[in-house]
């Protein structure tokens, strides 16, 4: 079936850095996709959704210079912490929908820590 | 590891019908169970939750109880609406690792007809 991957599941930076997940469509095209994050022990969160060839919708509260999404083929959405602080530390996992069939999957999710 | 199982849509009722979306799980300790809904063209939204046994989860008309003795967390609504029409989608958030991570069933699409 459709498989959605994210890159890295893990990652470790330092404060003041900018690390960079990537979210694939493995086998589908999908001209949305979805950037959620997750603090401990609350519900998902939607941050924006990214349109294939077009800028990201960002919810309100997010600050778009910070959480910079690139959406720039049908396969590939791409969301960078920008000047990560500790305060971003959280699970960030993304979902794609499918464009035949109005299906989504999810990405199994990317763990950040910032020290 | 943590795991959910999701009842396999598609689901189509009539308006006013009843509804019931079947959810178990697999997790170790205490999970917190969740049911989130996508509407067309819209992102995630949390529509309930339970953080432990026992406890109901309710919100426009939707319940769900959380049953540790059959690890499940069905999905109910005793009456439907055309604009209940989405994507309903069961997750856990349990400790994998020292770690929290959500895991999320495969999604079950509803389709109201009037």
């Known amino acids: 079936g459709a498989v959605v991957s994210q890159h890295p599941s893990w990652v470790i930076c330092k404060s003041g850095t900018s690390v960079k997940i990537e979210c694939r469509s493995l086998d589908f095209q999908a001209t949305t996709m979805f950037w959620y994050r997750q603090f401990p022990k609350q519900s998902l969160m939607l941050m924006a959704t990214s349109n294939e060839g077009s800028k990201a919708t960002y919810e309100q509260g997010v600050e778009k210079d910070k959480f910079l999404i690139n959406h720039a083929s049908l396969t590939l959405s791409t969301l960078t912490v920008t000047s990560a602080h500790p305060e971003d530390s959280s699970f960030y996992i993304c979902?794609?929908?499918?464009?035949?069939?109005?299906?989504?999957?999810f990405g199994e999710g990317s763990w950040l820590t910032v020290v | 590891g943590n795991s959910v199982t999701q009842m396999e849509g598609p689901v189509t009722l009539s308006e006013e019908a009843f509804l019931t979306i079947n959810c178990t799980y697999t997790?170790?300790?205490?999970?917190?169970l969740f049911w989130y809904v996508q509407y067309p063209g819209e992102g995630l939204q949390l529509l309930l939750k339970a953080t432990k046994a026992d406890d109901k989860g309710s919100n426009k008309g939707f319940e769900a109880t959380y049953r540790k003795e059959t690890t499940s967390f069905h999905l109910e609504k005793g009456s439907v609406q055309v604009s209940d029409s989405a994507v309903y989608f069961c997750a856990l958030s349990g400790s994998q690792g020292g770690s929290e991570k959500l895991v999320f069933g495969k999604g079950t699409k509803l389709t109201v007809n009037p």
């Open positions: 997790a170790t300790g205490y999970p917190s």
């Open positions: 979902s794609a929908e499918q464009v035949l069939g109005n299906t989504i999957y």
